[in-house]
């Protein structure tokens, strides 16, 4: 039997200090090479026109500048609609998005994982068959469907099929069914607790870690989408959108191109590490049976 030792007050396998070692220079070795690409995304934003198209290209910069951040503003200040327009249609349909999705995805997971009732089991199978599906095999009958109820050209047609992801019903669904007790939900229903109470109060504070994460993945993917078959008033399109349309400008707007995308990728970095603790919990919780 393998020797155990305490760590603050826990009992944990035993391991050589030779292995801490090792496996603290590998985790750092990693860590290094996955903030690679960042690093370089950020060191491009920082050099100047000549740096850029230097060959052979250096990875990290030797003369920063903030030209580009300058010549981006200055691009986008030139547009007949206004900077800030893209940027409150951006936050506008990734909040509502998010937080719509979330509600509506933990709501109907609650009711498949702990409600019995007639067709659940084969409501959930054709959700789990809808992962096969690519948004692009099922884009003519979404536009068909969004023409008929008049929101092409509007934010609903960004906000509205954003609630009905099924990945995140189906990663709430799977996480209540291991992490919510049955016992604990038959205890407030005895104690006279509603269902919606039940959900709220209980259910939803146990699996926290989850729809943070669900947070997450639906916000990072708002964010970053890009031109829509929905919207074609410029007024109503995105951030992303804009900023490549701006920045395709040619070798000269390169330098403006590297700025928007370290401000692209800001908001969802910044969101992750918020939320970091509870991504980690939920990943490591998801493969956990009692």
Known sequence: MARLRTRKHKVVL?????????ITILLTLLGIF???????????????L???????PRFLVSQPTLNNFKDLF????????????????TLLTSIAGTFGHLFLASMAAYALAKIKFPGGKTI????????????????????????AL????????IIVPAWGYTLGLYLMKQFMDSAVPDTVLESARLDGASELRTYWT???????????????????????????IYIYSEQFKSFNYAIGQITAGGIKRQGASAA????????????????QSNIIETMGSSGMKD
Do not use: C
Not at 75 to 84: A, H, Q
Not at 150 to 157: G, K
Not at 260 to 275: K, Q
């Open 50 to 56: 000549d740096e850029l198209w230097m060959y052979p």
């Open 74 to 89: 200055v691009l986008m200040n030139d547009s007949w609609v206004p900077f800030s327009r893209y940027i409150f249609n």
């Open 260 to 275: 928007a995308t370290v401000l692209m990728m800001a908001v969802p970095i910044l969101v992750f590490i918020i939320t």
């Open 124 to 147: 959930f199978k054709t959700i789990r068959t809808s992962l096969m599906f690519h948004s692009t095999v099922t884009a003519v009958t979404s536009f068909i469907i969004m023409s």
């Open 202 to 228: 209980i259910a939803m504070p146990m699996v926290k870690p989850a729809w943070l994460t669900l947070i997450i993945y639906s916000f990072q993917n708002l964010w970053n989408a890009g031109a829509s």
């Open 34 to 48: 996955m903030v690679l690409p960042m690093v370089y995304v950020i060191s491009q934003s920082l050099k100047p």
């Open 150 to 157: 008049h929101m092409i050209d509007t934010y609903w047609a």
């Open 14 to 22: 035993s391991r050589s200090a030779g292995g801490d070692v090792g």
